[in-house]
């Protein structure tokens, strides 16, 4: 909750445009998310806002514009790449847990393998994030042992075990049977409390209505609309966007 | 990987529904059919080794003898070397190749799929008149262990090159996002999440494939390796007896072969891996 004005942002979306094949899948896109921001996207399926999600840590390349982390020029490979990316944790609709390994290992090897800590270090400090998303007791199941909304506690804990300076989550409720999704969303509501700066992308409105500091409507590849969320939802500027939220109310 | 064991799944389950009633009487009735014409064929055979005398003690009574056996058992144990010494190349070369196959450098890419495509299309007597009539001549000296052992190898190692990269195709490709997301490196990646799954995954065919080396490898008699086949050929000069030493191995190979399945269907197992036979 800062003041988006005084800050120096965070990451920095400039003219960023990309296609698959002939389709335009992210059309002059300019976004800055400044440290402490919750910035939610949505938006209708087809939108380019996963897109837009996983350009930020170049799992998805752009074709032209700029991509800016803390001021700097999102690297395009190596070291410095990885080096960015461990600074940005990404949270996935799939979950992505490693499903050869426990669960405290798939929190733990990042921690060892990229920042050099010891196994104690690690260990230390993926079972007080687990702790913290409340699955240390599945610590030593694998992934297909626990369920959904157990495994996307994990991998939130997994990437928050980087320490990230941003998180960013790509549909994380998505893939979750209805009964799990809340259990999910309090930990993101818990985080965004503690000033985690978040880009989420998602479906659910209400936790939109409540975390987001913005919310980021696109539409055919385009940020048809920003606004403060309840601005947003109460009075949408566009024809697009009263369409899109006419279409998933009333239920 | 799930706790509780998988159910026993067989490609008849997999395939087809489960039959009603009409199909459960056919089903039922080509079964008894079956069986008859089984019988019928296997008492035709053994009439036929009757009237044709290989039922004679002679060619049996040799089997009697400690010497037959410590032979035929020398003859297993070149047989279990060459195969394993074989496997074990192969399955390093094999992931080698592999590896050098799914890189982004152009050039080792190219090379190590010819390379596969190569020995993969090869038969394996083929390269083994390469190593015992071919090699030789450019000075190179080598025992027939490795005459056998190499050619075999290397017709394997093709086909394990597939099934690694079969492997690696089968590891979801959220599993890579997620690490590089994390800040690994491609190259940890590779070792640390992709080839651990995708060995898992082939450990199946891996094995499997073991067996294929093992029947190569009764090719010995090429370069003259004493292995079970030799062996058995000495013996078949020795008594004059054709029919019951073949038979005899046969039944020898047919139980090497069930018990490396067995291993396979174990190992899968253990490992949680899902198969279907």
């Known amino acids: 909750m800062t003041d988006a004005t005084t ?12 296609h698959f094949g002939s389709l335009h899948v992210l ?32 799992l998805e390349t752009i074709d032209s514009g700029e991509i800016l982390i803390d001021g700097k020029p999102l690297p395009q490979e190596g070291r410095e790449l ?41 260990r230390g400090r993926a079972m007080s994030l687990l702790e913290r998303v409340g699955v240390a007791e599945q610590a030593e199941k694998v992934p297909a042992q626990i369920s959904g909304g157990q495994q996307q506690r994990v991998a939130i804990a997994r990437a928050l075990a980087m320490h990230p300076r941003a998180m960013l989550f790509d549909e994380p409720t998505s893939a979750l049977d209805p009964e799990m999704i809340n259990e999910v969303l309090e930990v993101m509501i818990g985080l965004a409390r503690q000033g985690m700066t978040m880009v989420v992308v998602t479906h659910e409105m209400n936790f939109a209505r409540r975390v987001a500091d913005r919310v980021v409507f696109m539409a055919d590849g385009a940020i048809v609309e920003e606004g403060a969320p309840d601005a947003f939802f109460d009075h949408p500027q566009t024809q697009r966007a009263r369409d899109f939220l006419d279409s998933i109310k009333n239920h | 990987m799930s706790t509780s064991a998988p159910a026993s799944r067989s490609v008849r389950d997999a395939l087809y529904e489960a039959p009603g009633p009409r199909t459960r009487r056919r089903v039922r009735i080509a079964t008894a059919i079956s069986l008859i014409l089984v019988v019928a064929a296997l008492a035709a055979i053994g009439y036929r080794f009757y009237i044709t005398g290989q039922f004679a003690p002679r060619y049996w009574t040799f089997f009697a003898k400690a010497t037959t056996w410590k032979f035929l058992l020398q003859g297993f ?7 394993l010494t ?9 992931l080698l190749l592999m590896l050098g196959r799914i890189s982004h450098v152009k050039a080792l890419s190219t090379v190590c799929r010819i390379v596969t495509d190569f020995f993969r299309s090869l038969p394996s007597l083929l390269l083994i008149y390469f190593f015992f009539l071919i090699v030789p001549q450019y000075g190179i000296k080598m025992s027939s262990f490795w005459m056998l052992t190499l050619p075999v190898a290397l017709a394997a190692s093709g086909v394990l090159a597939e099934v690694f990269r079969a492997g690696v195709n089968a590891v979801p490709k959220g599993q890579v996002e997620a690490a590089l997301s994390l800040g690994m490196s491609p190259l940890r990646t590779t070792f640390k999440i992709v080839l651990p799954q995708a060995i898992r995954f082939v450990i199946p065919s891996l094995i499997s494939q073991l067996v294929v080396v093992v029947k190569d490898t009764t090719v010995a008699y090429v370069v003259s390796y004493p292995d079970l086949m030799q062996n058995a050929r000495v013996l078949i000069t020795n008594y004059d007896a054709l029919v019951s030493v073949y038979f005899t191995i046969a039944i020898i190979y047919i139980l090497i072969n069930y018990a490396i399945n067995q291993a396979s269907i174990y190992v899968s197992h253990r490992l949680g891996v899902k198969i279907i036979r």
């Open chain 2, 77 to 83: 144990a070149g047989t279990v070397r060459v195969a």
């Open chain 1, 27 to 58: 059309r002059d896109i300019n976004l800055s998310i400044v440290p402490g921001e919750v910035v939610v996207v949505i938006g209708p399926s087809g939108s380019g806002k996963s897109t837009l999600c996983r350009a930020i840590n170049r």
């Open chain 1, 82 to 122: 990885a080096a960015m990316r461990a600074e940005l944790g990404m949270v996935f609709q799939q979950f992505n847990l490693f499903s050869h390994m426990t669960v405290l290992e798939n929190v733990m090897l990042a921690p060892t393998d990229v920042l050099g800590l010891s196994r104690e270090e690690a």
């Open chain 2, 86 to 94: 074989a496997g074990a190349i192969a399955l390093a070369l094999g």
């Open chain 1, 7 to 18: 800050q120096q942002p965070l990451i920095e979306l400039k003219h960023v445009d990309k």
